[in-house]
């Protein structure tokens, strides 16, 4: 029998939204009984990107606005013993505004 190793990265904008999403996923895995290790989820530096805009086109160059959007990632690594949990994973529902990858390898 070989072990079955999965990645799951979740990315969202919304910190809150990912907790969530992962608390979610670790309810479903806990429950299946062919998973023999669960790591994570593992929190990676949050990845900030700002932008300085100006206010008018043509006068004022000193006013600006600026924004900001940051994004936070997490990963979670599974080992089992079958193939079947990527078709649990696949069905899984996870919240509107987290986006998910999975990686399956040996």
């Known amino acids: 029998m070989s ?10 904008f919304n910190h809150l939204i990912l907790n969530e999403s992962c608390k979610k996923l670790l309810d479903v895995l806990t ?13 990676f530096p949050t990845k900030k990107r700002s932008y300085c805009v100006l206010r008018s086109p043509h006068v ?19 080992q089992s013993n079958s193939k079947e949990i990527v078709n649990t994973l696949l069905i899984l529902d996870l919240s509107p505004g987290v986006s998910s990858k999975l990686f399956s390898y040996k």
């Open 3 to 12: 072990k079955e190793k999965i990645r799951i990265i979740l990315q969202s």
């Open 60 to 78: 004022n160059k000193d006013s600006r606005e600026q924004f900001e959007i940051r994004r936070y990632k997490k990963i979670i690594d599974i």
């Open 31 to 43: 429950n299946e009984k062919s998973i023999t290790s669960i790591a994570g989820p593992i929190s």
